[in-house]
């Protein structure tokens, strides 16, 4: 039997009890966001992918590792120990010394993302040059310009009129971006 056909009983919870809250692996019932009179109950499935989840009868341990379910869905919130692997490399998370990079599939540990993250600046800066990318492409643009690698850059904390030092994401070049706001005016009759 997989893990994706487990299906455990959790007899310490009523089946009444309907607020559960998922942090981590800890599945809480009747947490202080609630409030709801009830005794909060802390537990910790029995083996990693797995969650509790009501049915009828019941709280029941089941299995919320996309992958052991293989329905293709993007970001697993439990993963089980045997799909807790580096995406590129399949280090397991259990052997990594920095804290890795989430990724739509699982995750990639911190050494792939940088290697990945240096490839993709050398083939940016390689694709500018080759383009003959300078600085006076990026004036008055409707979009977030690189100055270096001619890289779409977000303009997520800047709404405001005025001048930004931000770092570009794939090569990491600090510059200037200037806000700018043009005036515009309808008029109509009363």
Same mark, same amino acid.
């Given at each position: 039997?997989g893990?994706?056909?487990v299906k455990?009983?959790?007899? %310490?919870?009523?089946?009444?009890?309907?607020?559960r809250? @998922?942090s981590?692996?800890?599945?809480? +019932?009747?947490?202080?966001? &609630? $409030?709801n009179?009830l005794p909060?109950?802390?537990? %910790?499935?029995p083996?990693h992918?797995l969650?509790?989840e @009501?049915?009828?009868?019941g709280?029941? +341990?089941?299995?919320g590792? &996309? $992958?052991?379910?293989?329905?293709?869905?993007?970001?697993s919130y439990i993963?089980c120990?045997?799909h807790n692997?580096c995406?590129?490399?399949?280090?397991?998370?259990?052997?990594l010394?920095d804290?890795?990079w989430?990724r739509?599939e699982?995750?990639?540990?911190?050494p792939?993302?940088?290697r990945e993250?240096?490839?993709?600046?050398?083939e940016a800066?390689?694709?500018?040059?080759?383009?003959?990318?300078?600085?006076?492409?990026?004036?008055?643009?409707s979009e977030i310009?690189?100055?270096k690698c001619?890289?779409?850059c977000?303009?997520?904390?800047?709404?405001?009129?005025g001048?930004?030092?931000?770092?570009c994401c794939?090569?990491?070049?600090?510059?200037?971006?200037?806000v700018?706001?043009?005036?515009?005016?309808?008029s109509?009759?009363?």
């Amino acid at each position: 039997m997989g893990l994706k056909d487990v299906k455990i009983f959790i007899p %310490e919870i009523p089946k009444e009890w309907e607020q559960r809250t @998922r942090s981590g692996h800890t599945n809480i +019932w009747n947490d202080s966001f &609630h $409030k709801n009179g009830l005794p909060e109950v802390r537990l %910790e499935p029995p083996m990693h992918g797995l969650y509790a989840e @009501r049915f009828d009868d019941g709280w029941y +341990w089941v299995c919320g590792c &996309h $992958k052991c379910l293989n329905n293709n869905k993007p970001y697993s919130y439990i993963v089980c120990d045997e799909h807790n692997r580096c995406i590129t490399c399949g280090t397991h998370r259990k052997e990594l010394t920095d804290i890795p990079w989430g990724r739509p599939e699982g995750f990639q540990c911190k050494p792939c993302a940088d290697r990945e993250h240096k490839e993709i600046k050398k083939e940016a800066l390689r694709e500018a040059k080759k383009r003959e990318h300078s600085e006076y492409d990026c004036w008055n643009t409707s979009e977030i310009i690189c100055p270096k690698c001619a890289s779409k850059c977000s303009d997520d904390d800047m709404h405001e009129q005025g001048e930004y030092e931000i770092t570009c994401c794939v090569c990491d070049l600090k510059f200037i971006v200037e806000v700018e706001y043009a005036v515009r005016y309808t008029s109509r009759l009363k």
